[in-house]
């Protein structure tokens, strides 16, 4: 699908990678790029800046997502691409609180849900569209530091998938997002497993260039880091091996993680 003269949404559209993909789109001369975000004052930065429109949106609340559709549709009458991609992480394995796994549950999954829910039978209805489900590699792979994420964002690759087998025949092309570390806020240098990703980091600019492409092309994964298709065709020829590896990949991370707080507890005295 190529985007000009099309109108988009765009959820967690104000900040990183969001940000970056609609001021990308926004090269492409739509007819209207919708920027949906809790971050209502950052939202009106990007549409004052791209020519858009901002709207508050909490994504997990399937309320503000029919509405943000509803929005779209009352300035434009249609939606021709969806690109879900607002997403939140936590850190820990299952000690981590029910009440983290629910939020990361509730915008890392059923904002995915509610979002299609609202806009694809809007979009089938008109001949057709494109949805993008921002996921992460870690939903191909794994993430060490979170249990939570890691969980969720398979859950985000297996409805993308369920997505793209049930509307592909009417017209809808679906693609998933599933980048490894990225340059920006949600990045945590002081976590030795974001130091990890840092150091093979891509920018947003990058992301949203490999989504743009990935929308012309109309394939389904979308792939900004090469090295995680590597490490996804080896882990279905090699499932043991593969945890094996990523298990000997914990325990070094786990280590760095002991020297930090060590580190840290010595400067503290």
């Given at each position: 699908?190529?985007?000009?003269?099309?109108?988009?949404?765009?959820?967690g559209g104000a900040n990183g990678i969001g940000r970056a993909i609609c001021c990308?789109?926004?090269?492409?001369?739509?007819?209207g790029i919708v920027i949906a975000d809790r971050d209502l004052d950052a939202a009106r930065e990007v549409a004052s800046e791209i020519g858009g429109i901002a709207v508050a949106c909490d994504v997990s609340c399937e309320e503000d997502?029919?509405?943000?559709?509803?929005?779209?549709?009352?300035?434009?009458?249609r939606i021709d691409a969806v690109i879900s991609n607002a997403g939140v992480t936590s850190?820990?394995?299952?000690?981590?609180?029910?009440?983290?796994?629910?939020?990361l549950w509730?915008?890392?999954?059923?904002a995915h849900v509610y979002l299609s829910?609202?806009?694809?039978?809007?979009?089938?209805?008109?001949?057709?569209?494109?949805?993008?489900v921002t996921a992460s590699a870690a939903g191909l792979l794994t993430e060490i530091g979170s249990a939570a994420?890691?969980?969720?964002k398979h859950g985000a690759v297996a409805f993308a998938e369920w997505l793209s087998v049930h509307y592909r025949n009417q017209g809808l092309k679906v693609a998933c997002l599933c980048p490894a570390g990225v340059a920006t806020n949600f990045l945590d240098l002081d976590d030795p497993i974001h130091q990890f990703l840092h150091l093979s980091?891509?920018?947003?600019?990058?992301?949203?260039?490999?989504?743009?492409?990935?929308?012309?092309?109309e394939t389904f994964l979308v792939l900004p880091h090469p090295e995680v298709g590597e490490f996804f065709e080896f882990k279905t020829k090699d499932y043991d091996r593969w945890l094996h590896n990523f298990a000997h990949v914990n325990t070094r991370l786990n280590r760095l993680n002991e020297r930090a707080a060590a580190k840290a507890q010595t400067s503290a005295e």
């Open positions: 699908m190529e985007l000009g003269d099309r109108v988009v949404l765009v959820t990308r789109i926004a090269q492409e001369r739509p007819r997502v029919k509405a943000v559709v509803e929005r779209t549709l009352q300035e434009y009458g850190k820990g394995g299952f000690e981590t609180p029910d009440a983290d796994w629910d939020r509730r915008v890392n999954v059923l829910r609202a806009a694809v039978p809007k979009m089938v209805e008109q001949g057709g569209g494109a949805f993008v994420y890691s969980v969720t980091s891509v920018t947003p600019e990058h992301v949203a260039d490999c989504v743009i492409e990935a929308l012309r092309q």
